[in-house]
């Protein structure tokens, strides 16, 4: 799909599914839509990285992308399997669940695999849904979260995240939490998968060798190469990649996203020098409010491709099916005129409010910070934060969010004026209220056009 900005509105050229050859019927190939207002909901793209490691053309044995492993399942054996993310896991239990031998690689040079945990854990003597954690309000409170203050506990907030004794009871839960979770999921009975234990602070299984080295190249006679130049061979080479993370849209012009503040990856010189200026000026803020983030791990090198740029609300969390919900009544309610004030998420202390100070460059503004009306600001605001609150996961491209999610949707019930606090019995309930469920949430819909006809 192709959008293009005209003076008033959106033209999308959009390319059907027959002219790819997986409809029946005559419809055009193309398809041109015009629009006032656009909403972007399209998501990552589903493609995956292509393997390219130096020899792969001599490399005897098979050579799969975890995308298509389903297909090559049936003929593979032992596996040699690289990467560090969830699809690793799944294929590394999935081989050696039946019976076969695997050897799993993580560059010695990265920051370690992704936190696996049991469904659930014990915290002390208690049991707990360890989803269910993540919509505790309380636990909430623990993780520092731009947006946070929308659910009326920016106090405890502050006191958690901006006092020196607040920081130290927070790293203490979290240490905790790590150390409870690899303990239990039973990754460290085994001297076999030891290595698979991440290097930051939140495993299991038998059959499995785990090797913590970098690859150099594949040669003939099925060998893996490594830079230490030992070798292992292996009746196939697996490896995760990831996904291409650009949206399935594309703009025109190229260079256009970035003064939307959606991602991109085309930049004129006047976009990046007021840019870097911005990231400079949120993440002024950012570490104003969350000084441990000004700690967080650095990652090697940056990626090829500027994924920090992108400034777009996206947001993966536990309560996929109420976010849905709530996002299609707020984007309902942009779409007709119906959406109430929008509040600023940028909450800057005094001394850092009178250090910055509006400036315009070339015709465009960098928003003062304190000030509500630029929305650049808090979209950069949005993205910066995730680049330092999860720089392993996919903060630098998109909100990468767990125990943030509840207050999420508090942000987007406030804009649509309906209540947050939804366990009844005031700060009580929030409190000893228990997680946060569907439930929570059931008759939203009703809600809503009760007080769009309260409000005519």
């Known amino acids: 799909m192709v959008a293009e900005e005209l003076q008033a509105g959106w033209r999308l050229e959009l390319e059907t599914a027959w002219s790819k050859g997986q409809a029946v019927g005559p419809p055009p190939a193309q398809r041109t839509i015009r629009c006032s207002k656009l909403v972007i909901a399209a998501g990552l793209s589903s493609a995956s990285v292509p393997i390219n490691i130096k020899g792969s053309e001599e490399f005897a044995a098979p050579i799969v992308n975890f995308g298509d492993y389903a297909r090559e399942a049936p003929r593979i054996y032992e596996d040699t399997v690289l990467g560090g993310g969830k699809a690793v896991y799944d294929i590394v239990y999935l081989v050696a669940t039946h019976g076969e031998r695997v050897t ?6 990265g920051h370690g695999p992704t936190y696996m945990a049991s469904a659930h854990i014990y915290i002390g003597p208690f049991r707990y849904w360890l989803e269910k954690l993540t919509t505790t309000r309380p636990l909430t409170w623990l993780s520092p979260c731009v947006w946070g203050d929308a659910d009326g506990f920016g106090y405890l907030r502050n006191l958690l995240h901006g006092t020196s004794w607040g920081r130290w009871f927070v790293d203490r839960f979290w240490a905790k939490m790590a150390s409870d979770t690899l303990e239990q999921s039973g990754i460290l009975k085994s001297e076999a998968t030891k290595n698979s234990v991440p290097d930051e602070p939140l495993f299991w299984i038998v059959q499995v060798e785990v090797i913590r080295k970098d690859v150099k190249s594949l040669e003939a006679e099925n060998v893996i190469r490594f830079e230490d130049e030992t070798s292992d061979q292996t009746d196939a080479f697996v490896a995760s990649m990831g996904w291409k993370w650009r949206p399935s849209i594309d703009f025109r012009p190229k260079e256009m996203p970035a003064d939307l503040g959606l991602p991109s990856t085309e930049y004129t010189k006047t976009q990046k020098e007021i840019s870097d200026k911005l990231d400079a000026r949120v993440d002024a803020e950012v570490f104003d409010r969350f000084p441990k983030l000004a700690t967080a791990p650095k990652m090697d090198q940056e990626s090829l491709v500027e994924q920090e740029k992108g400034r777009i609300r996206v947001v993966a969390q536990s309560q996929d099916a109420v976010r849905s919900e709530i996002s299609s009544i707020w984007a309902y309610a942009y779409m007709n005129d119906k959406l109430g004030s929008v509040k600023s998420i940028s909450k800057p202390s005094k001394k850092l409010r009178l250090e910055q100070t509006l400036v315009h460059e070339n015709g465009i503004a960098i928003k003062q910070i304190g000030t ?33 999610g509840i207050a999420y949707l508090d942000m987007l019930l406030q804009d649509l004026g309906l209540r947050s606090r939804r366990k009844g019995w005031g700060w009580l309930g929030e409190v000893f209220g228990g997680s946060y469920g569907q439930a929570d949430y059931k008759g939203l819909v009703g809600e809503w056009k009760e007080s769009r006809h309260k409000g005519t």
């Open 104 to 109: 799993w690689i993580i560059r010695g040079s």
């Open 372 to 404: 509500v009306d630029d929305i650049r600001y808090d979209n950069a605001l949005f993205q910066r934060w995730g680049k330092w609150r999860t720089p392993y996961g996919f903060g630098a491209g998109h909100p990468d969010v767990v125990f943030e």
